[in-house]
């Protein structure tokens, strides 16, 4: 048990570098190569959208999908890391919702046509999913009303859609990054097929996001990090019926 859980705080402190520099180097890319960031509609504004996603979709994504791999959370009740469980999502989804917001506008401001990619198709499936992951998991798991049965049914289910989502995410992240190179970089002095810095630099940025999502499959999914069933009366201990 000591074993598994200096395992399990390893990888925490390796998912945190992981997701820092996923964020860090969405960032500078945008920053240093893209020309920085906007809030006006223009091609600014729509470096917002990698950075956001990046954020949202794969590192906040991730690092709420692993809540219930702490240790802490096998002792006492399971309300708090509930709420924090879905906290986190609901900021996940609300910087996800901020960086489609910044792409649609940019799209409509350059006459420039919405989803027409699979890259764009991808994401917007990840985005429904997650959205319908969210509502469905507040209703059954936190509010009072769902049987056992019900939750017992839904469980695997939403633990499944929860690595597919992520999954999807690291699908449309890396397809964007490969998007956006061939679109920026096609002038005859600095193809994409020459690999010049950016390409290189954008594309281990590609890389660290799949490693991050790679290592929060892998945690999730490893058996001796698992949490235990709880009881029957912490797993139907619902958010509107709490008196601690």
Same mark, same amino acid.
């Given at each position: 048990?000591? !074993?598994?859980?200096?395992?399990?705080?390893? #990888?925490?402190?390796?998912?945190? #570098?992981? $997701? @820092?520099?996923?964020?860090?180097?969405? *960032?500078?890319?945008?920053?240093?190569?893209?020309?920085?960031?906007?809030?006006?509609?223009?091609?600014?504004?729509?470096?917002? /959208?990698?950075? %956001?996603?990046?954020?949202? !979709?794969?590192? %906040?994504?991730? #690092?709420?999908?692993?809540?219930?791999?702490?240790?802490?959370?096998?002792?006492?009740?399971?309300?708090?890391?509930?709420?924090?469980?879905?906290?986190? /999502?609901?900021?996940?989804?609300?910087?996800?919702?901020?960086?489609?917001?910044?792409?649609?506008?940019?799209? &409509?401001?350059?006459?420039?046509?919405?989803?027409?990619?699979?890259?764009?198709? =991808? $994401?917007?499936?990840? *985005?429904? =999913?997650?959205?319908?992951?969210?509502?469905?998991?507040?209703?059954?798991?936190?509010?009072?009303?769902?049987?056992?049965? =019900?939750?017992?049914?839904?469980?695997?289910?939403?633990?499944?859609?929860?690595?597919?989502?992520?999954?999807?995410? !690291?699908?449309?992240?890396?397809?964007?990054?490969?998007?956006?190179?061939?679109?920026?970089?096609?002038?005859?002095? !600095?193809?994409?097929?020459?690999?010049?810095?950016?390409?290189?630099?954008?594309?281990? *940025?590609?890389?660290?996001?799949?490693? @991050?999502?790679? %290592?929060?499959?892998?945690?999730?999914?490893? &058996? &001796?990090?698992?949490?235990?069933?709880?009881?029957?009366?912490?797993?139907?201990?619902?958010?509107?019926?709490?008196?601690?």
């Amino acid at each position: 048990m000591v !074993m598994a859980s200096r395992g399990f705080y390893l #990888a925490c402190l390796l998912l945190g #570098a992981l $997701g @820092f520099l996923c964020v860090l180097c969405t *960032t500078y890319w945008a920053q240093h190569w893209r020309g920085g960031f906007a809030w006006d509609g223009g091609q600014y504004m729509f470096n917002w /959208h990698p950075v %956001l996603m990046v954020s949202g !979709m794969v590192v %906040l994504y991730g #690092a709420a999908s692993l809540v219930y791999r702490l240790p802490q959370a096998r002792l006492g009740p399971r309300l708090p890391w509930k709420a924090l469980h879905a906290a986190l /999502h609901l900021g996940a989804f609300v910087l996800t919702v901020v960086g489609l917001v910044a792409v649609f506008r940019y799209h &409509s401001r350059a006459r420039i046509t919405h989803l027409y990619s699979l890259h764009s198709w =991808l $994401g917007l499936a990840a *985005t429904i =999913l997650f959205a319908c992951q969210w509502f469905l998991g507040f209703a059954v798991f936190l509010l009072p009303w769902a049987s056992l049965w =019900l939750r017992g049914l839904l469980k695997p289910l939403h633990i499944f859609f929860g690595a597919a989502i992520l999954s999807l995410s !690291m699908a449309s992240v890396i397809s964007g990054i490969n998007e956006k190179l061939f679109f920026s970089l096609k002038n005859a002095t !600095m193809p994409y097929q020459s690999l010049p810095s950016e390409a290189i630099f954008a594309n281990s *940025t590609g890389l660290l996001v799949v490693a @991050f999502g790679i %290592l929060v499959l892998y945690v999730l999914l490893a &058996s &001796s990090w698992k949490c235990p069933e709880p009881g029957v009366l912490a797993d139907r201990q619902p958010l509107l019926c709490d008196r601690e």
